[in-house]
């Protein structure tokens, strides 16, 4: 069974930081891109950020690029998700998922999802 598990969440001012991890586990992550995604109250769902297993490439979307760093721990099977000078623009849900990379970069029809975790950023 595919399992995904998020932590990392919590309350943080604005100009903080957190790291978000995202555990995987019942498949070869290797094979696929893991990432996160986000969802804002009364908003739809976005894309953060995904990461390669196998190549190491990554990928951000544009408002947090320069703020927040993907990585993967593969001896782990762990992907975290180093979140700086945090906006309360940024306060949401977030969800990793796996799936190969042109899919999670699509954002659509992603085969797995772990449970979310909230980030709150107050102003």
């Known amino acids: 069974e595919v399992q995904l598990q998020a932590s990392g969440g919590g309350l943080v001012q604005t100009g903080g930081s957190l790291r978000l991890s995202c555990a995987a586990s019942?498949?070869?992550?290797?094979?696929?891109?893991i990432g996160w995604f986000r969802q804002a109250p009364g908003k739809e769902r976005e894309g953060v950020s995904c990461?390669?297993?196998?190549?190491?490439?990554?990928y951000y979307e544009d408002s947090v690029k320069g703020r927040f760093t993907i990585s993967s721990d593969n001896a782990k099977n762990t992907v975290y998700l180093q979140m700086n000078s945090l906006k309360p623009e940024d306060t949401a849900v977030y969800y990793c998922?796996?799936?190969?990379?042109?899919?999670?970069?699509?954002?659509?029809?992603?085969?797995?999802w772990g449970q979310g975790t909230l980030v709150t950023v107050s102003s």
């Open positions: 998922a796996a799936d190969d990379t042109r899919t999670l970069v699509a954002g659509t029809d992603v085969d797995y």
């Open positions: 019942g498949f070869t992550p290797d094979d696929y891109a």
């Open positions: 990461i390669s297993i196998s190549d190491g490439r990554t």
